[in-house]
C-alpha cells in the first residue's frame, strides 16, 4: 500500500523521535507539578520554572549561534507567546491541580484540538467535518464521566472539582491560542530558540509580578525535590519540548501535532495511579476511553489542506 505525501511525512524520523520524546516528558510533567504546589505558591513556582527556562534557553540560542535580536516586532509577537504560553496557561494548569488530580487536569488537556480546530475555522476558513463534531461530543461525554467520578471521590467536593476543571479548560484554551500563533508568517520567519528565549523571559516576569501581587514576597521549598523539579520542569519540561513541539507544528501542521495530547494523558493518568493513589472506578475508565477515543475520532476526521500547508515548515526552526 503507498502511503500519502502526509502519511510519509508523519513516519519520518524527524518527526517520530521529537513526537515521542514530547509525549514522554510532558506524560511525566503533570506529576512533577503536583509537587511544586505543596509549600510554594503555585505562581511562584511557575515564576521561578520558567525564569530559569529563559536563561537556558538565551544560553542554547546562543551556543546554536541564533540571533537573539528579533526587532520590534518580533518581541511583540514574543510578549502575546509569553503571555498566553508561559503566563496565563501554566498559572491555570498549576491552580487546576490544586482542586483535582494531575492525571485529570491532563486528560483534560486532550481536549486541545477542539479550540484549535475552531480558531483555525475562525483564522483560516477551515470547514468543522461532522466527524469532528461527533469526536467532540464523545470526547464531552467522556470529560463529563470523570467529573462525576472526581466528584464523588474528592476531598474537596463538587465545588472545588467544577473549579478545576473549568481552570483547566481556560488552560486549554490560553495553550490553543499560543499553538495557532505558531502558523503566523512571523512565527516562521523567525528562529524559534530566540524567540522563545524572550518569550519565556516575558512570560516568566509577568509570572512573578502576578506572584508578586497575589501572594506576596517570594517563597522557596528548600527541599531537594522541589529544586530538582524546578530544574525538570525548566530545562527538560520547557527547553527541551518546547522547541520541538512547535517545530513539529512547522513540520506537520498542528493538527498532526496534537496527536500528543491524546497520548499524554495516559501516561499521565497511569502515573497518577502510581504516585498519587488514583483510584479507577467504571465510570472513571470509561469517562477516560471516551475521551480518548473521541479525540481520536474528531483528529482523524480533521484533515485540514490550508492549515497544513500554512504549517509546513519555511524556515530554520533552530
Avoid at 490553543?176 to 512571523?186: F, G, K, R, T, Y
Avoid at 530558540?193 to 522557596?220: E, K, Y
Avoid at 529544586?227 to 506537520?252: D, E, K, M
Avoid at 491524546?262 to 471516551?290: D, H, K, Q, R
Amino acid at each position: 500500500m503507498t502511503l500519502r505525501p502526509s502519511s510519509e511525512r508523519a513516519f519520518r524520523a524527524d518527526v517520530v523521535i521529537p513526537f515521542t520524546l514530547i509525549t514522554l516528558i510532558w506524560g511525566s510533567t503533570w506529576l512533577v507539578i503536583h509537587d511544586q504546589i505543596s509549600v510554594v505558591p503555585p505562581s511562584w513556582s511557575v515564576a521561578y520554572r520558567f525564569l530559569l527556562a529563559a536563561i537556558a534557553m538565551f544560553g542554547l540560542a546562543r551556543f546554536r549561534k541564533l540571533p537573539l535580536a528579533i526587532g520590534i516586532k518580533g518581541l511583540g509577537f514574543a510578549f502575546v507567546l509569553g503571555l498566553l504560553q508561559f503566563a496565563l496557561n501554566f498559572n491555570l494548569v498549576y491552580q487546576a491541580e490544586i482542586h483535582v488530580t494531575s492525571g485529570l487536569v491532563a486528560v483534560l488537556y486532550a481536549l486541545l484540538i477542539v479550540p484549535n480546530s475552531l480558531l483555525a475555522r475562525l483564522l483560516f476558513k477551515q470547514s468543522v467535518t461532522r466527524e469532528f463534531l461527533i469526536g467532540s461530543i464523545v470526547a464531552a461525554a467522556g470529560v463529563a464521566m470523570l467529573f462525576l467520578h472526581e466528584a464523588r471521590v474528592s476531598d474537596v467536593g463538587s465545588a472545588g472539582v467544577l473549579t478545576g476543571i473549568v481552570l483547566s479548560l481556560l488552560g486549554v484554551l490560553s495553550a490553543s491560542m499560543a499553538n495557532v500563533l505558531q502558523i503566523a508568517e512571523i512565527a516562521r520567519r523567525l528562529p524559534m530558540m530566540s524567540v522563545l528565549a524572550w518569550a519565556m523571559l516575558m512570560g516568566g516576569l509577568l509570572d512573578a509580578g502576578f506572584a508578586l501581587a497575589t501572594a506576596g514576597l517570594p517563597v522557596i521549598d528548600p527541599r531537594p525535590g522541589y529544586i530538582a523539579g524546578i530544574a525538570y520542569l525548566a530545562i527538560v519540561g520547557s527547553v527541551i519540548t518546547f522547541p520541538l513541539y512547535f517545530g513539529l507544528i512547522q513540520r506537520i501542521g498542528a493538527g498532526r501535532a496534537a496527536y500528543t495530547s491524546v497520548l499524554i494523558p495516559v501516561l499521565a493518568m497511569l502515573l497518577s495511579t502510581l504516585f498519587e493513589n488514583y483510584m479507577w472506578s467504571p465510570l472513571a475508565i470509561c469517562g477516560a476511553g471516551l475521551s480518548l477515543v473521541g479525540m481520536i475520532i474528531a483528529m482523524r476526521a480533521r484533515q485540514a489542506p490550508s492549515l497544513e500547508s500554512a504549517a509546513s515548515p519555511s524556515r530554520n526552526v533552530g
